[in-house]
């Protein structure tokens, strides 16, 4: 069932807010990814491989990280101007509200900065998207389709597409795509893949060639950054991590949820499939131990599926085992909505601004 509903333009404004159904947001540290490293070269005291170095110049970014979507505008802005690739998720918003999203983030930002659409879900704002000036579009959960690649390239925009798998990898090529995004099964949020980065990294780099590939799924600190580039990828997609900053659009509780959480605290899951029925990664909480209890009933026969847990003055009412988050405005018990994170989130300690985490991460990796 889609998450654009009878609740019209508030729903879809919030599925905007609180998308994390994208890239998945990036997780657990990352002990090996199951390759011998690269050659790499210095640049101003930074050791990174040729791919990553040329990464930075293509995209005129500091750091080789990029956000995942989940997050809001405030943070991606934030991400952008403290010298990373920011993100914003425009799958289910109107075609007026992602024109005005794509004009302010222009406007705040040098234009780093790109925006998801989900392809399980038709991307009926694209148009607007690119007629505003987005200048990269990435795609999630699918292949898009040639005609949707034309529109792209016709105004002058970049693409990216996130794989999990060397097939997928080989048909997301036949695109010519500027990055690829390849996804582990450590992520966070609603996973596309089914393997650990381990198992794919190594196949989706040999088809990629020259074209930059960042990981997302196990990415929490500098020295998963560390070890993603000596594996040869060009950076890292870091999305839970990013979602424990003040600039996040997420709930205190979310929040600190996160910060509270260790390493065991995750579960994937089809849990919270009310609005999209995909596999994900969220922090086990009631709603998850009381569903496992019934024995993971499907929709229909699952514990307490009709209550209302929460209200937003915006968004409206949050049901149980909906795929949203407790978001900044939402009251109820938001400890039993659905809180996305990876396997790493034992790394998330505190809750700092965007550009003090990229410091920081910048830190962690110079000195690994």
Known sequence: ?????????SRRKFMRQSAVLSLGLAGT????????????????????????????????????????????????????NSGAMGAVSLTWDTP???????TRMNEATEGN?????VLHFEPKSLDRALEAGCPIIQFSWGIPKKYIVAKVR?????????????????????????????????????VQATLPLADTLQDVLRLAG?????????????????????????????????????????????KNSLVEANEDSTVYTICFNRDWNAAHRVLRNSTFLDWEAEGCPDTGSKPKEDDVVAEHPVYGK????????????????????AMYAGQGVGQVNDLPTAGELLERLWREFERS
Do not use: W
């Open 1 to 9: 069932m889609s998450p654009i509903d009878d609740d019209g333009m």
């Open 29 to 80: 540290p990352i002990s090996t990814l199951g390759q011998q490293p690269v050659d790499s070269r210095t640049k101003e005291g930074r050791t990174l491989n040729a791919n990553s170095q040329e990464m930075l110049t293509r995209f005129g970014l500091k750091y080789p990280i990029f956000q995942g979507a989940p997050g809001g505008e405030a943070l991606a802005v934030a991400v952008a």
């Open 210 to 254: 020259g074209t930059p590939v960042l990981v997302a799924g196990g990415i929490s600190t500098g020295q998963d950054l560390r070890l993603a580039i000596e594996s040869g990828a060009s950076g890292a997609v870091l999305g839970t991590r990013f979602m424990a900053t003040k600039e996040s659009d997420a709930h205190d509780v979310y």
């Open 318 to 337: 949050a049901m149980r085992y909906e795929t949203v988050p407790p978001m900044q405005g939402h009251e109820g018990a938001l400890e039993e909505m």
């Open 96 to 102: 007026e509200q992602t024109f005005d999203v794509v």
């Open 154 to 190: 016709n105004a002058g925009a970049r693409l990216g597409i996130q794989v999990s798998s060397k097939l997928n990898a080989e048909k997301a090529m036949q695109l010519d795509p500027d990055f690829l995004i390849c996804q582990g099964l450590e992520a966070g949020g609603h």
């Open 113 to 117: 900065y790109y925006a998801n659409y």
